[in-house]
């Protein structure tokens, strides 16, 4: 995005990259351990996501936000997720 927006920018085209943590939509289904409601609680929803879009449309023609970090405020512990992950694909083990 930041070659884009170099490129861009004198045409007025103005680029972001957000790159959010743990979003809480359907697609955490499809992990191989899927996170239960305590954790879905602590994570970010999706219109968190959507005000970071909309706030970086809205600003004025002569200000970019280039970049956005997005983190849930409590962090969970993923090592079980990280664990489970890696050993997807290893010999033996049941895939999805």
Known sequence: MGHVHA???DKGIRATTIMPAE???PILEKRPLPPDAKA???MMQPEDVASAVLL???L???TV???IIMSPTTPRDQSADI???RRIGEPG???R
């Open 40 to 42: 879905r609680a602590t």
């Open 23 to 25: 979003v809480d939509t």
């Open 93 to 95: 083990s049941a895939t």
């Open 7 to 9: 490129v861009l920018r």
């Open 60 to 62: 004025p023609k002569r």
């Open 65 to 67: 936000i280039e970049e």
């Open 83 to 85: 664990e489970a992950a």
């Open 56 to 58: 970086c449309v809205t």
